[in-house]
Antibody
C-alpha cells in the first residue's frame, strides 16, 4: 500500500524558514517523480514544485521560485521542501504527491498534508 | 505559464443526472497532458483522468474525459451521491504545472 506521510509544518513568522519532509513507502521510490502541491484555507490547489526520479528535472511555481528548494533522498525514500523567506500567502496545507510516472505526469497518490501557517 | 479556466464555478444537479465540466487552457496543452481530480471536504485529491481521456486505476466508467488543444471536458454520466465534490483540472505538460480553479458539483 502506497503511503506518503508529510511532516515539518507549523507556525512560523514571516521571513523565517521551514523544511517539510515526506516519508514514502509501499512503492519503489526512485522509479517515480514526486511533487509538492499546496492548498490555502478554503481555496483551490496550487502546484508548488516537482522533481524527477533522479533529480535531473526540477520545476517550481513562479510564486515560490528562488525561495523554495525541492530535493529527494532515494536512499531514505524521502522528499523534502526547504522553504525560505516565508510570506503570509504561503500559508496552506502542503501535500506530498507521487507522480504517475516520469516527470511529466499527474499525481496518483497523495499524503494527508502538513499545515504551514505564516504569521507574526 | 498556462492558465486553466474551469466552468461553471458551481454545478447544481440531482443524483442520476449528467454532469459536464469544462476546462479551457490559455494555450495548447502539449500531448494532451491534462488530468482531472476529485476532492471531497477534508480529503486529499484523487486522480480520476490523465492524458485527457484515460481513467486512473479503480475509477468507475461513469467518469470520462475528452478534448485536446485548449478545450477539455470531464463528464459524469449519471451522478451518484458520492460524486458531489470539487473537481480540478491540471496540465502537466508544460512547466510550471498548473491547476484550474475548480468546479463544485453540489446537490440540487
Amino acid at each position: 500500500e502506497v503511503q506518503l506521510v508529510e511532516s515539518g509544518g507549523g507556525l512560523v513568522q514571516p521571513g523565517r524558514s521551514l523544511r517539510l519532509s515526506c516519508a514514502a513507502s509501499g512503492f519503489t521510490f526512485d522509479d517515480y517523480a514526486m511533487h509538492w502541491v499546496r492548498q490555502a484555507p478554503g481555496k483551490g490547489l496550487e502546484w508548488v514544485s516537482g522533481i524527477s526520479w533522479n533529480s535531473g528535472s526540477i520545476g517550481y511555481a513562479d510564486s515560490v521560485k528562488g525561495r523554495f528548494t525541492i530535493s529527494r533522498d532515494n536512499a531514505k525514500n524521502s522528499l523534502y521542501l526547504q522553504m525560505n523567506s516565508l510570506r503570509a500567502e504561503d500559508t496552506a496545507l502542503y501535500y506530498c504527491a507521487k507522480g504517475y510516472g516520469d516527470y511529466a505526469a499527474p499525481a496518483d497518490y497523495w499524503g494527508q498534508g502538513t499545515l504551514v501557517t505564516v504569521s507574526s | 505559464e498556462i492558465v486553466l479556466t474551469q466552468s461553471p464555478g458551481t454545478l447544481s444537479l440531482s443524483p442520476g443526472e449528467r454532469a459536464t465540466l469544462s476546462c479551457r487552457a490559455s494555450q495548447s496543452v502539449s500531448s494532451s497532458y491534462l488530468a482531472w481530480y476529485q476532492q471531497k471536504p477534508g480529503q486529499a485529491p484523487r486522480l480520476l483522468i490523465y492524458g485527457a481521456s484515460s481513467r486512473a486505476t479503480g475509477i468507475p466508467d461513469r467518469f470520462s474525459g475528452s478534448g485536446s488543444g485548449t478545450d477539455f471536458t470531464l463528464t459524469i454520466s449519471r451522478l451518484e451521491p458520492e460524486d458531489f465534490a470539487v473537481y480540478y483540472c491540471q496540465q502537466y505538460g508544460s512547466s510550471p504545472n498548473t491547476f484550474g480553479g475548480g468546479t463544485k458539483v453540489e446537490i440540487k
